[in-house]
């Protein structure tokens, strides 16, 4: 990246190199200016002024706005620790190409493995979380993912994503202290932290808020405020809903101000102006905040909603990236280890945009929902077709970036398939989708799954999908009826989508209590704060007498808690299986077999083959049509075993998966 000569914001035709130099001698007076600081400034400066400058020349007071972004830069490297600054320089020189003996990237490491937890229902409090760090070492996680634990919302709260405070641990959770210590503890132990910012929204009791409400014209500029509902009819006409069952519309009117502001999610979540550089500068200061407190990867969330313009649908807009790519540059400049992780629920084409936008970094991990989504239609259909065309067929990711992989997570499962690929695998779309929402809630007959529609549409008939991994894959059903043969079945797809995901692309993360194979929650029906939200079901608190059981050999969850374990182990020995691993879909001999090669993209290593039965029935793969193994000496190394062979065919069981090399 170079600096070019485009004059900076307010520097009245000064060039970018006499920018920097009057900038570095300017806040090289105050401590903590050093050599590592003015090195990453220097090599980012241009970027940084000239996103800055396409966001925010013209605002009021934009003479001074960049000047004031530089000295916050440096207050926040000034406080970060000596022990951060030292993981940064480490980070950096292992990350760095194009050094054949880099390691690379520390969010690609070989067999990094996640788990996503909230932490009030996983071990009641920070201190609590301490003493279990040793269970999750146990899986052979090295990615704890936290979900939101700052202050937040009084009742509703969205799961935490109502936030009260940006930089402030909930009391009920912990202290600032305890999470700056946890974050320590895991790095000694060489693992990593991730946490939430949601950049979209603050709750309507976040001090902004309070002052906005109190009249404060400055935080009022901090949100969409309008006096009549013009302009907002000017948003409703383009803008979707999130939530059009329990928050339909985008808007809400707020008496104590007489106006209307902008809530997409819910009425207690105020989206935030990002349009307002005053606002931008904050949010820097939040994000900086959180990275010295020692957390590795921010989880930026709700990105495509970020700018808004009337007349649009209001996602995935230039800003939105124009928004993120300069916060990666700013945070590169002060706490390079950190890696951002983008929540982008939307089609990979549109995902990877948030990777590499026009050759210029911006989120280094991504979830792979459509992943999750096309492994629940497969499960269902019980072919793989649709599944083998759209993971087949997705665009690859950037350089330096990877997937994050997931069979179940925090959040519903949407829909979002490929109209046109769903027609290819020989179905109807709006049928398909209709299937799939009565399959997965139970109605469709046969079905094995305990579900729950989620924000279903009156007007569309559309809906998302609630539900535990468990009691999607039938265990919470074969329990109740006591019948053994879909016990059995129930446990088998369970293993078929951790071993998927563990093996087809990206970091494979645990949802807690999937290791156990956590049956769905419904106390969340009796809590007033929850009722209206049915993703409690899937979100339910760790039960250790439980987790006991993980050790109790015959058990459920000694079973499933063992596979995933030997599913991390196994693949970390693995190349082919490394983040930036090539794949390819190959074509299968069946409807019901997917067929996936993953070999190393330097070509040092040997490919594998990866195999999976969708069907109740076992299944013959004719050995003519793998390529790419030496079959004389394959084995299956998940299960360390030879493969059944016969005739001239790999037999896989009834929801079987062989990871063949």
Not at 268 to 295: H, K, R, T, Y
């Amino acid at each position: 990246m170079t600096s070019g000569a485009v004059s900076a914001p307010g520097s009245g035709g000064t060039s970018a190199r006499e920018q920097l130099g009057q900038t570095a001698a300017a806040l090289g007076g105050r401590p903590g200016g050093d050599a590592a600081f003015f090195l990453r400034l220097g090599y980012r400066y241009g970027a940084i002024r000239d996103l800055f400058s396409s966001l925010y020349s013209g605002k009021p007071g934009d003479g001074g706005l960049f000047e004031r972004l530089q000295t916050l830069l440096l207050e926040k490297y000034c406080e970060r620790p000596d022990r951060l600054k030292a993981i940064d320089l480490e980070r950096e020189r292992r990350g760095s190409r194009p050094d054949p003996r880099s390691r690379g990237p520390w969010y690609l490491e070989p067999g990094l493995t996640a788990y996503m937890l909230y932490l009030d229902r996983f071990a009641g409090t920070l201190r609590g979380f301490r003493e279990r760090i040793p269970y999750l070492e146990e899986l052979g996680v090295r990615l704890v993912h936290f979900m939101p634990f700052f202050r937040t919302h009084e009742g509703k709260n969205d799961g935490g994503f109502a936030v009260s405070d940006y930089l402030g641990v909930d009391p009920r959770c912990g202290t600032n202290e305890e999470l700056v210590e946890i974050a320590e503890k895991l790095h000694d132990r060489g693992m990593y932290l991730a946490a939430d910012l949601a950049l979209n929204h603050s709750a309507d009791d976040h001090p902004w808020a309070l002052a906005a409400k109190s009249g404060d014209e400055r935080c009022r500029g901090y949100y969409y405020v309008f006096p009549d509902r013009r302009e907002p009819d000017r948003f409703e006409a383009a803008m979707p809903q999130v939530f059009p069952e329990t928050a339909p519309g985008n808007f809400t009117r707020v008496p104590e101000m007489g106006a209307w502001v902008m809530t997409v999610f819910h009425d207690f979540q105020w989206d935030l102006n990002w349009s307002n550089p005053e606002l931008f500068l904050e949010m820097v200061a939040v994000l900086l905040g959180l990275a010295n407190m020692g957390i590795d990867l921010i989880r930026l969330d709700a990105v495509p909603y970020l700018w808004k313009e009337a007349g649009t649908s209001c996602q995935n807009l230039p800003q939105a990236h124009a928004i993120v790519r300069l916060l990666k540059a700013c945070a590169d400049v002060v706490a390079p280890g950190v890696a951002f992780l983008a929540e982008a629920i939307v089609q990979p084409s549109e995902i990877v945009k948030y990777l590499d936008s026009g050759g210029i970094e911006e989120c280094q991990v991504a979830y792979h929902a459509s992943l999750m989504a096309l492994l629940w239609e497969a499960l269902a259909t019980r072919k793989t077709g649709l599944l083998a065309a759209s993971f087949g067929e997705e665009v690859r990711l950037p350089e330096n970036t990877g997937w994050l992989s997931y069979a179940r997570c925090h959040d519903d499962i949407g829909l979002g398939y490929d109209d046109r690929k769903i027609e290819r695998a020989g179905f109807t779309p709006g049928m398909h989708r209709r299937f799939l929402l009565d399959f997965y809630t139970g109605i469709f007959p046969g079905s094995w799954a305990t579900g729950r529609r989620f924000m279903e549409n009156p007007a569309t008939g559309e809906a998302r999908i609630s539900g535990t991994c468990a009691s999607l894959c039938g265990l919470e059903s074969a329990l109740a009826s006591g019948d053994a043969l879909a016990l059995e079945l129930a446990i088998r797809r369970i293993e078929l989508l951790y071993a998927l995901i563990s093996s087809l692309v990206g970091i494979p993360m645990v949802f807690s209590g999937d290791e156990l194979a956590l049956r769905n929650d419904y106390s969340w029906e009796n809590d007033p704060e929850l009722a209206e939200d049915n993703r409690w079901m899937h979100r339910p608190a760790m039960d250790w007498a439980v987790a006991e059981r993980r050790h109790a050999e015959g058990t459920i969850e000694a079973r499933i808690f063992s596979h995933i374990r030997r599913c991390f182990a196994v693949r970390r020995g693995i190349p082919a299986f490394a983040q930036d691993a090539l794949f390819d879909v190959l074509p299968s001999p069946a409807e019901n077999v997917l067929v996936c090669s993953r070999r190393p993209k330097d070509g040092s290593g040997s490919a594998v083959l990866v195999l999976a039965n969708f069907a109740l029935e076992r299944r013959q793969v004719p050995c003519s049509s793998l390529r790419g193994v030496d079959l004389r000496a394959a084995r299956d190394l998940l299960g360390d075993a030879p493969l059944v062979i016969e005739g001239d065919a790999v037999v896989l069981g009834a929801y079987g998966v062989v990871w063949m090399g």
